[in-house]
């Protein structure tokens, strides 16, 4: 489902608010891509930040900074998952979150269930 920057925000902050562990990528092109995990901890209207501080003080120097602007969002949790997956899914995860920057870059973001 299609989303605006500010419903964005929104799923953001509850779930840095719920402090539910992110795992997901950063995908430029088959040969650049990122692997993204840890917590929400700074969120802005423009960008939110996602290290592992949580898990380990030194890990809040790795981390990612995503920047909001200029992107389409999609929004979703799981109703349009083919059957075959959709128990795996959701045993996994609780909702996933779909960033396209106009360069074509997509960041995936998934909020775990862990």
Not at 18 to 40: P, R, T, V, Y
Not at 84 to 109: H, M, P, V
Request: charged share 25%; net charge negative.
């Amino acid at each position: 489902m299609e989303i605006s920057q500010q419903q964005t925000i929104d799923v953001l902050r509850e779930w840095q608010r719920k402090k539910w562990i992110i795992q997901g990528g950063m995908i430029d092109s088959l040969d650049n891509n990122a692997a993204i995990f840890g917590c929400i901890e700074e969120l802005d209207d423009h960008s939110v930040r996602i290290d592992a501080r949580t898990f380990a003080q030194k890990a809040k120097n790795i981390g990612i900074i995503i920047r909001l602007n200029n992107a389409a969002f999609s929004f979703g949790d799981w109703p349009e998952t083919p059957p075959k997956y959709e128990g795996d899914l959701q045993f996994s995860y609780k909702a996933f979150l779909i960033i396209t920057f106009t360069n074509g870059t997509r960041c995936e973001l998934y909020a775990t269930n862990l």
